[in-house]
Structure formats: C-alpha cells, structure tokens
C-alpha cells in the first residue's frame, strides 16, 4: 500500500514539473503585463437572472465548451465564440496569457490538447455559476472550476488547478455566444498549461 501511495505521489510531481500540469510564470513577459479584467471582490454579489430560456441555452454553452476540452477536441467550439472573443489567463492584476479572436482561442486549444497527448484524459468540473444579465443581448458570469487529470499509468485522477471562471456572453444573431473567458487560477505563481 505505501509503495502503490509513493508511485501515485511521484507521478504527479512529474506530471506537475514536466509542464502537463501547471508551470511557473516567473517570465518577465508575464509579469509586465495588467489584466484587461479586474475581477472586483464583490463582482456578481448579487445579479439580475436572464430569462429561462437565456440562461439554459448560456449553461448548455459553458457545459459544451468545458465538454470540447474534456474531450481534447475543438470541433464545434469555432460556432461558440464571437469573431473578436478574448481568452485570458490572470493571476492577480498580472496578465499570464491572452488570446484575441476566435482564431487564437482554438489555436490555443489545439495546443493544450497536443500537450496532452495519449498521457490521460482532462475532466472540467465547473458549479456555483452566477448569470448576471446586464441587458438583453450580454450576460456577465462567473463559475467556480476545478480540472483533474486522469493518468493512464494510475487509478486516481490528479487535480491540475482551481480557479475562478469570469465569462462575457453576448447574444449573434439569436444565439448565445462567447465574448471574453478570463481564468483567475487560485495558485496565484502559475500559468495553467492543461486548461
């Protein structure tokens, strides 16, 4: 039992260092850089609910994005996105990464998952979302998630990071889409590497 616990102990500290799991952002580059979006202590306290039918099509969203990652695929994930959508990584006020437009987005996705490989499998548990409707075509969120991966060499999955979700939603020609997903990792040093 002890040797089956210090394998599983040793797997993830190579998983961690060897960058499938988090690596540190101590680049200048990253440092420099201010977050486009200030997440406020106090952003969504309290929130105006959409209709019904608004916020089940922007859940079904966020669980079809979450599920193209899970499955280290980004088929489907272009129609989602808004042309000029952002992509943001921040720790603190401190910008880790940014992409813009729904080109870089699935660049960047593409990347992730080929970082990945046949190594294991991602899970993206996201809850305690909050919809805030700002008027009838945006809504402001924010959702609480966790990402674990399950290694093919052992029987429990790995937690990769925690972090808090902010989302921009912006309805195109009747459908929901996204407009900005900034991750705020609750590791404030790293840049997530297996979103």
Known sequence: MR???????????????????LLLADSA????????????????RTVQNP?????????????????AQD??????????LLDNATYETCA?????????GKVQVIEH??????LMGDRGRRRH????????????D?????????????????ETPVLDYTATMVTMFKRDAGTWKFAMILLVPDGPKVALRAR
């Open 29 to 44: 580059e990253a440092q420099t850089a201010q977050c486009t979006f200030v997440l406020r202590p106090d952003y969504l």
């Open 3 to 21: 040797k089956r616990h210090s394998v599983h102990s040793q797997l993830a500290a190579v998983a961690l260092a060897a960058g499938a799991g």
């Open 71 to 80: 499955d280290a695929s980004d088929q489907g994930v272009d129609a989602m």
């Open 51 to 67: 209709s019904l039918s608004d916020r089940q099509e922007i859940m079904d969203l966020l669980h079809r994005y979450n599920w």
């Open 125 to 136: 548990i996201e809850s305690n979302t909050l919809l805030n409707l700002v008027d009838k």
């Open 92 to 100: 603190g006020r401190n910008q880790l990464e940014k992409k813009t």
């Open 138 to 154: 945006t809504v402001e969120g924010k959702s609480t998630i966790a990402v674990t991966i399950q290694f093919t060499e052992i």
């Open 109 to 114: 996705l593409k990347q992730i998952n080929s």
